[in-house]
């Protein structure tokens, strides 16, 4: 199973940016699929996911600014980046929970994609 990120990049502040992510392989389901982040130096931090009810969730320093939505038929998952902020530059990094199916018997594991720049500078 892989996840491939795409849409990292320059953007100014103020900009926008949409980050997109698939997975793919011998996948049974995919139970979740979210959004992290992480800066040289620093912690990976989670920035977008879904609650168990549904609804997205999101990191304080990104609310009202970023979007997460998902596509369960193509086993995607976007994140939608507003309002960009200088702040906001790292490698995002996509991150799911998949069932699959391998020698013929199905397990559980977590999935992270291989990483996507942000940069936002003018």
């Known amino acids: 199973v892989q996840l491939q990120a795409s849409g990292g990049g320059l953007a100014q502040p103020g900009g926008s940016l949409r980050l997109s992510c698939t997975a793919s392989?011998?996948?049974?389901?995919?139970?979740?699929m979210d959004w992290y982040r992480q800066v040289p130096g620093k912690q990976r931090e989670l920035v977008a996911t879904?609650?168990?009810?549904?609804?997205?969730d999101y990191v304080d320093s990104v609310k009202g600014r970023f979007t997460i939505s998902r596509d369960k038929a193509m086993n995607s998952v976007y994140l939608q980046m507003n309002s960009l902020k200088s702040e906001d530059t790292a490698v995002y990094y996509c991150?799911?929970?998949?069932?699959?199916?391998?020698?013929?018997?199905?397990?559980?594991?977590?999935?992270w994609g291989q990483g996507t720049l942000v940069t936002v500078s003018s």
């Open positions: 991150h799911a929970g998949i069932s699959v199916l391998s020698d013929r018997k199905p397990y559980y594991d977590i999935f």
């Open positions: 879904f609650t168990t009810t549904g609804s997205a």
């Open positions: 392989g011998s996948i049974l389901s995919v139970d979740y």
